[in-house]
Each structure stands twice: as structure tokens, then as C-alpha cells.
């Protein structure tokens, strides 16, 4: 299995629509991950993502196709040290080590890249995968905020894990 991170690209279109619309991946993202995942939402987001420099969002390939996405979100203000991560991964993938993988690498890019010395991300306390994955990336658990998020109508923990520049 060939797995590598690269920019999005117009040529990922149908890929992306193709599996990024599951309702399984919309469930474990905020809400602005759309379900049902149309063609108009990926060619928005693949425009956006094409946008910036340097890049920020990911594709993850899988054997020459684009099967996942990964992102580092710098954030602004007094929060401008750190970057929130974030990524998705086709069902069709699940349990293959891909994600862990993918979250490695951009971790990697994330601190040469950017000045920003924490990365931090917020799976849902349902997801044990992606708490899982994060782990297994050198993340650790800083925080758990009781009741603090609302998805599908259903209160839950935020969960905040982190890996600093000096730990990676």
C-alpha cells in the first residue's frame, strides 16, 4: 500500500465525493463537514483548499487515489502558538494504520513549516479510533470539557489533545 499526504487537486472531485459522504465520517466531524456530501460542497472545498500557501489542507493518498483529508488550522491572536488538526479517512480504510500514519506526517510538515509550537485536536469522546490514532502519534489528552459540544442535538465532553514542538 502506497500511502502519501499531497496537495487537493481538481482531478480529486469525484474521489472526494465519493468518500468523504458517509454519514459514519459526517458523525465524528463539526458541522461543517457536510452529509450528504455533495459535488458542489467538494468542488468548494477543494477550491479553497488549492488556496493556500503554503498548503494547509491534504489529501491522503492511498495508492494513487484520494481517499481522506488532513488539515493544521494556525490559530490567531493569543492562540497564535498553536494549530488545530483535523482529518477524516474513507471507511473503506479504517483500521489499516493510514490515519496514524497521515497524522505523523503532518505533524512533521506542520512544525517546519509554521512557527506555531502546539498542535492540538478535538475528536469526539465517542470516536476511541481517532483518540486512538492520536495517540499513537505522540498526542496527549490535556483536557476534558464537560458538556461543552452539541452535535446531531446530543450534548458531549470536548476532548483536547495535544503535541508540542519539543515532544515530537
Known sequence: MNIKLRPWASADLNSLVLHANNPAIAANMTDGFPHPYTTAAAEKFIEMAMSHRPVRLFAIEVDGEAVGGI?????TD?????AELGYWLSAA???????????????KYS??????DRIFARPFPQNIASQKVLENAGFVLEARIKSAIIKNNTRMDELIYAI?????
Request: aromatic share 16%; charged share 30%; proline share 3%.
Open 78 to 82: 493569543i492562540m497564535r502558538m498553536n
Open 164 to 168: 508540542r514542538k519539543e515532544n515530537k
Open 71 to 75: 488539515g493544521i488550522h494556525p490559530q
Open 93 to 107: 480504510y479504517w483500521g489499516k494504520g493510514i490515519a496514524t500514519y497521515a497524522v505523523k506526517e503532518m505533524v
Open 111 to 116: 512544525f517546519d513549516t509554521f512557527e506555531f
